[in-house]
Nanobody
Framework: QVQLVESGGGLAQPGGSLRLSCAAS????????IGWFRQAPGKEREGVSC????????YYADSVKGRFTISRDNAKNTVALQMNSLKPEDTAVYYC??????WGWGTSRRPRQIDFWGQGTQVTVSS
């Protein structure tokens, strides 16, 4: 059974950090591009970051560039998202996602094309 399970969400103060982790089971993670989407209340799901399966190239949304870092550990079948300098506008449910590639990760139609989703983890940034 294919599963993606996120962990590491929670409450952080503005300027703080959180580290999200996504563990895959039922398939080898290195067969897929892996990334993160997020969805805030009343907003569409948006692509945050992705790491390719081939050369490890990455995508970051402009809103998180320089603050978030994605990394994958194929031996452990996990992907992490290190989030630094958090802002209140980063508050959302964060979803791990697996697909064949990272192309168009930041486009509005991309969530409809994703092969596998995790259940989501809440990130709240507030003082």
């Amino acid at each position: 059974q294919v599963q993606l399970v996120e962990s590491g969400g929670g409450l952080a103060q503005p300027g703080g950090s959180l580290r999200l982790s996504c563990a895959a089971s039922g398939f080898p993670l290195n067969y897929y591009a892996i990334g993160w989407f997020r969805q805030a209340p009343g907003k569409e799901r948006e692509g945050v970051s992705c790491v390719s399966r081939s050369d490890g190239s990455t995508y970051y949304a402009d809103s998180v560039k320089g603050r978030f870092t994605i990394s994958r550990d194929n031996a452990k079948n996990t992907v992490a998202l290190q989030m630094n300098s958090l802002k209140p506008e980063d508050t959302a449910v964060y979803y791990c996602a697996a697909d064949s590639n990272c192309w168009g990760w930041g486009t509005s139609r991309r969530p409809r094309q994703i092969d596998f989703w995790g259940q989501g983890t809440q990130v709240t940034v507030s003082s």
